[in-house]
């Protein structure tokens, strides 16, 4: 009984007001519909608002119709679902490790994917179907030698972190002897080092779509786990939760998260590390909100960037991955100031 009265008392010091949370979630659903139609409906071919509801929801028949089906809504979605699946990855990795630096890219996650995935376009390009398997594999490989590197009479979350980094720059290492070795046949291979959503349609969509729903049930349901986390491996064994096993666990979740993402646009950065930041600094550290804020926040971002990347140079396109570079830096960088004050 004491333990969970004292469960309750310390949970509850992480918890944002419910009307609070539920604002900032309507808000930040507002601006994934914005950044939605602002990229659905801008390009070479404008198309308003009315129009995509029409086409979208009312099957109409009209001039644009393939544009809006074929090309624009597709690539939009994908880059949601993949915004959402990075964001929610750093935002399980943050809360696992404790360190709001951490994210997939960083920690070696994304890297193992990358790595699995460049092997298959460059190597095997006939096995593209399997990619997002196979890229689940590499990142699950990746965890598995970070875990073993760290582990030492249990797992500490600066250990991570740490044979994360180590790991990422080995396997980063990798992929650039490839790239050098097989250099007349990495075409595909440069988009998907940068991260890009051209020619991305229902194919991809169908791809990722499953372990964004099943990533996304889990980690909500994992919320909890990631607030008694936050108190420490011993508060957290003292209020009966299985710290090896959570951490295992949302870790295992983080890497099929981020291998979807990883394996439909390639290495993608900053998404997991900036917005699971940006979303902390608006509702809080509770994470029955900071997931879903998470999510929301990097699918809008990521759709947002995808749609200055086809405008600014336009009708030159840049991948997302340059254009998110470009806006991340700076804007983590003043994070970190306005955090130093």
Not at 192 to 201: D, E
Not at 256 to 279: C, R, Y
Request: charged share 10%; aromatic share 10%; with cysteine.
């Amino acid at each position: 009984m004491f333990i969970r009265i004292h469960m309750r008392m310390v949970i509850n010091a992480f918890r944002v007001p419910m009307s609070k949370g539920v604002l900032v979630i309507v808000a930040l659903t507002a601006a994934v519909i914005l950044a939605t139609g602002f990229s659905i409906g801008t390009g070479a071919v404008r198309i308003s608002l009315s129009e995509i509801w029409l086409y979208v929801f009312h099957g109409y028949d009209g001039p644009m119709k393939e544009i809006v089906w074929n090309i624009r809504l597709p690539r939009t979605l994908v880059g949601t679902l993949v915004g959402a699946n990075l964001a929610l990855s750093g935002a399980l990795l943050q809360g696992v490790m404790r360190n709001s630096l951490a994210d997939p890219h960083i920690i070696g996650v994304s890297s193992g994917a990358g790595l699995f995935g460049i092997i298959v376009l460059i190597l095997f390009p006939h096995l593209w179907s399997m990619l997002t398997p196979i890229a689940f594999l590499g990142a699950s490989g990746a965890a598995a030698i970070i875990y073993l590197l760290a582990w030492k009479d249990g797992v500490q979350p600066v250990r991570l972190i740490l044979a994360g980094v180590a790991v990422s720059a080995f396997l980063g290492s990798g992929i650039s002897a490839l790239l050098i070795f097989f250099s007349d046949r990495v075409n595909g291979a440069l988009v998907f080092m940068v991260g890009g959503l051209s020619a991305k349609s229902w194919p991809e969509l169908e791809i990722i779509l499953p372990y964004s729903l099943i990533g996304m049930s889990l980690a909500f349901i994992g919320s909890s786990h990631l607030n008694i986390l936050a108190l420490g491996d011993s508060n957290a064994r003292g209020l009966g939760l299985s710290v090896e096993a959570a951490r295992f666990f949302l870790t295992a979740l983080a890497t099929l998260l981020a291998a979807s993402a990883v394996s439909v646009v390639g290495l993608l950065g900053f998404v997991g590390l900036i917005v699971p930041h940006s979303a902390r600094l608006l509702i809080g550290s509770d994470y029955r909100f900071l997931l879903p804020a998470s999510v929301l926040l990097g699918a809008a971002v990521v759709t947002f960037c995808d749609t200055l990347a086809r405008l600014m140079f336009a009708p030159l396109e840049l991948p997302v991955g340059i254009m998110m570079g470009a806006l991340g830096a700076p804007f983590f960088l003043y994070l970190l100031r306005r955090e130093a004050r």
